[in-house]
């Protein structure tokens, strides 16, 4: 839960004056040009309202900002984005295959809705959802984790439609070792390209 990233209001003036509900957002975390965000502030933001957990999830997701004019899109598009979220928490399969359609366009890749899904409790067919973003792709092509080979073919054009794969298998082995599913994604998203087979082999 202590799991923190940085930010800088300077990094999102550009987007500061345009929106009303973004700029009142700002007004209110930003004592101090730097604001830190834990994965507990992301919970309880999402669980208090729906805009102040958007905004606080992309300053932790993204804390240099979005890539070209992601964010402006998303603020563009916040009330549908709102409307198509704001619905029963325990999805289908084709709940999720349709909202991943409505979101298309609106700035929301499959990056981001998860960290969405994720923080705002979301389950799809009972699966916790979880974090899927490059960095943890590319986690999983490697092959130090055996235990995740049916993933290893997830790539950044197949990800949204792989999603549920990941989640059940990510279930799956988290329950073999008696741990959680999101301890699991933080294990390799932290140390999963840091980590390197040992050569050492026991004589015993």
Not at 5 to 32: G, L, N, P
Not at 34 to 61: P, Q, V
Not at 81 to 110: A, F
Not at 119 to 126: K, P
């Amino acid at each position: 839960m202590e799991h923190s990233f940085a930010t800088k209001q300077t990094t999102w003036q550009r987007e500061y004056k345009k929106h009303s509900k973004f700029a009142r957002y700002c007004d209110k975390v930003f004592v101090v040009n730097t604001l830190k965000l834990s994965r507990e502030d992301l919970l309880e933001a999402a669980n208090n309202d729906f805009y102040e957990g958007l905004f606080s999830i992309i300053f932790w997701g993204y804390p240099r900002n979005m890539r070209g004019n992601t964010f402006g899109k998303i603020l563009d598009s916040l009330e549908e984005i709102y409307s198509l979220l704001s619905r029963p928490k325990e999805l289908r399969i084709q709940d999720y295959n349709l909202l991943t359609k409505q979101l298309n366009g609106k700035g929301v890749g499959l990056s981001t809705l998860s960290k969405i899904l994720y923080f705002f409790r979301f389950t799809i067919e009972g699966k916790q959802c979880l974090i899927l973003d490059r960095r943890i792709i590319d986690v999983l092509n490697t092959k130090f984790f055996s235990e995740l080979t049916a993933l290893r073919e997830i790539t950044a054009l197949n990800k949204a439609e792989r999603y549920f794969d990941y989640l059940s298998t990510m279930e799956e082995v988290s329950k073999s070792y008696s741990f959680k599913s999101d301890q699991l994604e933080l294990f390799l998203f932290l140390f999963g390209n840091s980590l390197k087979p040992s050569a050492f082999v026991s004589n015993d």
